[in-house]
C-alpha cells in the first residue's frame, strides 16, 4: 500500500496551506497586522499553528523524491532520465517566468515599482534563479531544479548502499550546512559570485535530507510497512489527530526549525493513515493541483504589493482564507497563459504531463 499521485497531490495542498500559515502567523509580535485571541504565556497561539508550517518545504521535497524515484526508475538511460528532468525544469521555469513578467507588470500598474528594484542586474539574477530578491519564496526555486539535476545520482547511490548508510551521511551534511546557514560560521565576505555558490550548496544541503528520505520511502516501501501496522488499529483517526496535535506541541517547545525535516516526515505518515473525508480530499486535491502558482504568488500579495488588502479583514482565519482565494484566483488567469505553453512542450518534446497512472482502489503508483 504505497502513496499514490493522488495521495501526493493532496500532500502539496497541505503543504501550501502550511506554507501560507507559517508566512502569515509565525511571528510572536503581530504588529497590530491582526487581532490575537488565545495566548500562550503572551504569545498568540496562531503563531505555534504557523511555526508548525515549517513542514511545508519538507513536504514537497519528500514528494519530490519519492516521484522522481518512480518516475525515474522506468527510463532505462541517463540520456532518457537527463531529458525527462530538463522537460520538467522547462515546465517550471516557463510558469516561474509567466508569473515574474505578470507580478512586474501589476506593479508598474499600481504604482509599486519598488516591489522589483535592483535594476537590470537584479532582474537577470532573479531571472535566471540566482537570487530571490523579489519574492523570498523562490529561493527553491533553484534549489529544487538542483535536486532535480542530480536525482539520477542520488537515485544511483541510494539503490548501491544500504538505506542506514545513506541516512547518516544525508543527517551529517543536513547538520553542518544548516550550522552554517543560520550560523554564517565561515564568512565568505562580499564576494557576489562566491556567496551565490556558497547559498546555493548550503540550501541543498539543507533540502537533500527530506529528498533522501523520500527516495528510500519509494526504494525500500517503507509505507506499505507502517500502513500495515497501524492502518486498522481502533480509534485510528483519534490516535492520528492526537499524534498531530503531540507534533504541533513538541515544535511549540523546540521552536527551531531544524526539526522541519522530522516533523514533516512523521505528519505524512500519520496524516496519510488517516481517513479523510471526500469534500476534504477533493478540497485538498484542488489546492494541490494550484499549489505551484499559490508558492510562487503568495508572497506579493501579503508583503510587497497588496499587504494591506490582505490584511484587511483583521482576523487570522479569515486572513489565511482571504489570501488563499486572491492567489487562487490569480492562479486561473496564471494557467490560462501555461497550459497552452506546456501542451506545446508536450506535442514537441514528448513531456508527458500524466506522469502516473492511479489505481484508486489499491492506491498505488505505477
Not at 494591506?308 to 482576523?315: D, G, K, M, P, Q
Request: hydrophobic letters at 55%; charged letters at 10%.
Amino acid at each position: 500500500m504505497e502513496f499514490s499521485r493522488k495521495d501526493m497531490k493532496i500532500l502539496k495542498g497541505v503543504a501550501i496551506l502550511f506554507m501560507l500559515s507559517l508566512h502569515l502567523f509565525a511571528r510572536k509580535d503581530v504588529g497590530g497586522l491582526y487581532e490575537t485571541f488565545s495566548e500562550i504565556n503572551g504569545i498568540p497561539l496562531v503563531y505555534y499553528i504557523g511555526l508548525f508550517g515549517d513542514a511545508c518545504v519538507p513536504i514537497y521535497l519528500f514528494a519530490s523524491g519519492y516521484g522522481l524515484y518512480l518516475s525515474l526508475g522506468k527510463l532505462n538511460t541517463m540520456k532518457s532520465k537527463l531529458k525527462k528532468n530538463l522537460i520538467r525544469i522547462l515546465k517550471l521555469l516557463i510558469n516561474f517566468w509567466i508569473i515574474l513578467f505578470l507580478f512586474m507588470a501589476i506593479a508598474f500598474l499600481v504604482g509599486m515599482p519598488e516591489a522589483f528594484s535592483g535594476g537590470i542586474n537584479q532582474f537577470f539574477l532573479n531571472f535566471f534563479l540566482l537570487s530571490s530578491s523579489y519574492n523570498g519564496a523562490w529561493w527553491y526555486l533553484q534549489t529544487y531544479v538542483i535536486l532535480v539535476l542530480l536525482s539520477p545520482v542520488f537515485i544511483k547511490i541510494i539503490q548501491k548502499h544500504h538505506f542506514i548508510l545513506v541516512l547518516a551521511v544525508s543527517g551529517i551534511i543536513y547538520s553542518i550546512t544548516y550550522l552554517q546557514r543560520i550560523k554564517h560560521v565561515i564568512d565568505f565576505g562580499d564576494n557576489t559570485a562566491l556567496n551565490i555558490v556558497v547559498n546555493a550548496i548550503v540550501l541543498v544541503g539543507t533540502s537533500q535530507l527530506a529528498f533522501v528520505v523520500g527516495v528510500i520511502f519509494a526504494k525500500e516501501k517503507i509505507y506499505s510497512i507502517i500502513y500495515n501496522w497501524f492502518y486498522n488499529i481502533p480509534f485510528k483517526n483519534a490516535l492520528c489527530l492526537m499524534g498531530i496535535l503531540m507534533l504541533v506541541i513538541i515544535h511549540g517547545f523546540i521552536e527551531t526549525m531544524f526539526i522541519a525535516p522530522f516533523t514533516a516526515i512523521a505528519f505524512i505518515c500519520i496524516f496519510n493513515l488517516m481517513n479523510k473525508n471526500e469534500l476534504v480530499e477533493e478540497l485538498l486535491l484542488f489546492v494541490g493541483d494550484h499549489s505551484t502558482n499559490l508558492w510562487l504568488t503568495h508572497m506579493f500579495f501579503y508583503m510587497t504589493i497588496f499587504p494591506t488588502l490582505v490584511f484587511a479583514v483583521r482576523y487570522p482565519i479569515l486572513i489565511f482564507l482571504w489570501l488563499v482565494i486572491l492567489c487562487l484566483f490569480t492562479s486561473f488567469g496564471i494557467n490560462s497563459l501555461y497550459h497552452p505553453i506546456v501542451k506545446l512542450i508536450d506535442s514537441k518534446l514528448g513531456g508527458n504531463s500524466k506522469k502516473y497512472q492511479i489505481n484508486r482502489d489499491n492506491k498505488s503508483i505505477s
